[in-house]
């Protein structure tokens, strides 16, 4: 099973500055999918951003964006201008081009300070 | 599109009773679903992949006598946790996916299940 990392249990961040959080993940195929969901204390799950592994550009969606290095197995998410709502627990996720399980890394938790 | 809706979002109930969770997608078909329990600040832990007209795929140490599922139509998958007890208690979240390309799996609200 493919493994998905996420080293930072817990990040803080001023309000209107940038922040990076961390996924690297493990995995012998060279076609899948990558993702970022958010988790707010209502526990709903929602996407913030996708990449595909095939794709070189990266990934944005207005102040998300992904640090994709497909050679190192990384895949950073960074938050511009950073607001209140964006509070949450943040979830990597891995899944291969021909499966539909996801695999979720164990989650950071950003704290955002006003 | 793609909403997932899961049903109830919050249980209490006695032990040894059983509990039926709901899960629909309302606006695509979907021939798999996944059921998840997660632990507060923990991450979403596979239980098992619901499959349409055939039998659930269990993760291992998850008791497919315990949580029973049942995926009847391409739109509904349903969890059961039959003689509930206080360990079953937790947070359980359904989720389908669009099965096209690099479509993401969208979530239901999950349910919050508590047995006294």
């Known amino acids: 099973a493919q493994t998905v990392t996420q080293s930072q249990p817990e990040m803080s961040v001023q309000e209107a500055e940038t922040v990076t959080l961390s996924c690297t993940y493990d995995?012998?195929?060279?076609?899948?999918?990558l993702f970022w969901y958010k988790q707010p204390p209502s526990r709903q799950m929602i996407l913030v951003i996708r990449?595909?592994?095939?794709?070189?550009q990266n990934a944005t969606e207005n102040r998300f964006s992904v640090n994709f290095q497909k050679a190192a197995k990384s895949f950073s998410l960074k938050i511009s201008d950073s607001q209140l709502g964006d509070a949450a627990m943040y979830f990597c996720?891995?899944?291969?081009?021909?499966?539909?399980?996801?695999?979720f890394g164990t989650g950071t938790s950003l704290t955002v300070i006003p | 599109g793609a909403v997932v809706s899961q049903h109830p979002s919050w249980v209490i109930c006695k032990s040894g009773t059983s509990v039926k969770i709901e899960c629909r997608s309302l606006d695509f078909q979907a021939t798999t679903m996944f059921w998840y329990r997660q632990f507060p600040k923990q991450s979403l832990m596979l239980m098992a992949t619901?499959?349409?007209?055939?039998?659930?795929?269990?993760e291992q140490g998850v008791e497919k006598d315990k949580f029973l599922i049942n995926h009847a139509s391409l739109t509904l998958s349903t969890l059961t946790v039959t003689s509930a007890h206080p360990e079953d208690s937790s947070f359980y979240i359904c989720?389908?996916?669009?099965?096209?390309?690099?479509?993401?799996?969208?979530f239901g609200d999950g349910t919050r299940l508590s047995i006294l």
């Open positions: 989720s389908a996916r669009v099965e096209q390309g690099n479509q993401p799996q969208h």
């Open positions: 990449q595909e592994a095939y794709k070189q």
């Open positions: 619901s499959n349409e007209g055939s039998k659930a795929t269990y």
């Open positions: 995995t012998s195929e060279s076609d899948y999918y």
């Open positions: 996720a891995y899944r291969s081009a021909w499966g539909n399980q996801f695999y």
